[in-house]
């Protein structure tokens, strides 16, 4: 009992820590690099690249509130790490998949679970988060 609850203990501070690791401003570079042709600089969905897509971009400043009001943490994570498809382009999202793998870190679900994904994700993410309209 003692070490479920050490480990238990370690799952926590582990979380705990890699919420700080979220850098939004890292993030915003990842942003502007592989995803703004789509989903345009300022992540309405309007890119450059909106006229070629099958399927027109998310307006990524509206995940938020098209969820109830909770940011879909889990949904957006799985969509861009690739275990969400999305063929919009003639292949699944994300095109830049390479970058987007390489070793885990652990993210918390506002179900208080973890979901494993890459830095990159994680940084991308938290910037994506600062964009949400009211």
């Known amino acids: 009992m003692r070490q479920v609850m050490t ?22 570079e990842t942003y502007e690099r592989y995803c703004a042709a789509c989903h345009g600089l300022e992540g309405s969905g309007h890119g450059p690249m ?8 998310t307006d990524l400043t509206a995940l938020r509130a098209t969820n109830g009001g909770t940011f879909p943490l889990a949904r957006v994570v799985r969509r ?13 999202m994300p095109i830049y998949g390479g970058f987007f793998e390489g070793r885990d870190v652990a ?19 938290a910037y994506l ?3 949400q309209q009211p």
């Open 7 to 28: 480990i238990g203990l370690a799952l926590a501070l582990s979380l705990a820590n890699v919420a700080q690791a979220q850098d939004a401003r890292v993030g915003q």
């Open 50 to 57: 909106r006229a070629v897509l099958t399927l027109h971009p």
């Open 80 to 92: 861009i790490d690739g275990r969400d498809p999305l063929v919009s382009h003639g292949s699944p």
């Open 107 to 125: 993210m918390k679900t506002d179900e208080g679970q973890p979901l494993l994904t890459s830095q990159p994700v994680v940084d991308l993410v």
């Open 129 to 131: 988060q600062t964009l």
